[in-house]
């Protein structure tokens, strides 16, 4: 049972233009949402996190839109660079009632920028 | 200020034999995580321990697969007689104590993996 989806396999973006990554949960008790970018041979790396009370959060070129209604999230990448050409994947946690701070992860989208 | 460390970053074993990947958290980090990574696919959860205890292994298979995080020393996944669909990225991720943070989410720290690959 896949509880973090994220059904775009590939993207592909020009240097400069904005870069939209989806993500789809089904789990409403879902407290927290991240975002981690992974270069080949690399571990994941974190980028952003949004709370499931809040609707946006911003760090620099990088917005995390949620909508809790659709039970979906975005990452905005404005404006996209090459350096940012890597997989990036989606996390959710629970922390209660579960009591595991566990992170579930989606499948990744790569993303790649061309100039 | 050392990340997670994890060790070897390659191994290769023949079918049978036993597999033990290392993880060393970072440092002021209690909790630590075993997420694999098949090929062409995304992380999966394995297992999450503190210190001595296995808090949550809802993950691991059922066979073969055990891990630990004595109180020396780093945390050990152990995969017994391999086979060759255990080939995949092992990632280790360290956190701290929940407790000890104000807020905000659970911000797990990855490691650079350690890629098993099975003959």
């Known amino acids: 049972d896949q509880q973090v989806k994220q059904n775009s396999p590939s993207l592909s973006v020009q240097e400069g233009r904005i870069s939209i990554l989806n993500c789809d949960y089904t789990n409403s008790m879902f407290d927290y949402f991240l975002w981690y970018k992974k270069y080949p041979a690399e571990g994941p790396t974190f980028l952003i996190s949004?709370?499931?009370?809040?609707d946006k959060n911003e760090d620099g070129r990088f917005t995390v839109f949620l909508n809790k209604s659709a039970k979906h999230l975005s990452l905005h990448i404005v404006p996209s660079q090459p350096g940012d050409s890597a997989v990036y994947f989606c996390?959710?946690?629970?922390?209660?009632?579960?009591?595991?701070?566990?992170?579930?992860f989606g499948t990744g989208t790569r993303l790649q920028v061309f100039p | 200020n050392a990340g997670v460390m994890q060790n070897p970053r390659h191994l290769v074993r023949r079918r049978g034999q036993e597999a033990r990947l290392r993880c060393s958290p970072m440092?002021?980090?209690?909790?630590v995580y075993w997420y694999r990574q098949l090929p062409e696919e995304g992380l999966k959860f394995m297992v999450y321990l503190q210190k001595e205890n296995i808090i949550d292994e809802s993950g691991m298979p059922k066979e073969r697969f055990s891990a630990e995080f004595p109180k020396e020393g780093p945390s050990i996944l152990r995969i017994q007689q391999v086979v060759r669909g255990d080939s995949a990225a092992y990632f280790c991720?360290?956190?701290?104590?929940?407790?000890?943070?104000?807020?905000?989410?659970?911000?797990?720290?990855f490691g650079a993996g350690s890629r098993l690959t099975v003959l």
């Open positions: 996390a959710a946690s629970s922390y209660p009632p579960y009591n595991t701070d566990k992170l579930i």
């Open positions: 991720a360290s956190s701290p104590n929940r407790a000890d943070v104000s807020s905000g989410a659970n911000v797990l720290t």
């Open positions: 440092k002021g980090h209690s909790h």
């Open positions: 949004i709370s499931s009370i809040k």
